[in-house]
């Protein structure tokens, strides 16, 4: 089994070749092409391993996937990163320019979530009888 690390790295070649070939074919935004590239790639794994069965190629991918513990690995490691890089992108004046729609929008759309999901959740309940 592959250590963090190696899996890690792993992912860091993968993604930086799919960011490349999207950079010299595809010219898509990069968060756009990398999905279709990861897309594309899931794929071909799924053919590889449907055309070559006897490389076990499906039991492998999913014994790896088993020894990632995703909680940990999203709110501990990529989360920080992921804001960050979101972060970097926002054009602060554009924001200052904004901020009532913005803080409004964020109000509101946190106000009716909660309502909405509260709602749901009653009517549930009282369906189920609890």
Known sequence: MPSPFDLFAL?????????YL??????LP??????????????LLIAIDAAV???GLKP??????????FSATLLNGMLAFLLFAGALHV????L????????????????LSTGLSAGVLFAA???LGL
């Open 11 to 19: 992912l860091l070649v993968a993604s930086a070749g799919l960011a």
């Open 22 to 27: 999207n950079h010299r074919v595809l010219r």
């Open 30 to 43: 990069l968060t756009v092409g990398l999905l279709v590239g990861a897309f594309g790639f899931t794929l």
């Open 53 to 55: 069965p006897a490389l």
């Open 60 to 69: 492998a991918l999913r014994d790896l996937v088993a020894g990632v513990n």
């Open 91 to 94: 054009n602060s004046a554009d």
């Open 96 to 111: 200052l320019a904004r901020k009532g729609t913005v803080l409004a929008l964020a109000t509101l759309g946190t106000v």
């Open 125 to 127: 309940s009282r369906f």
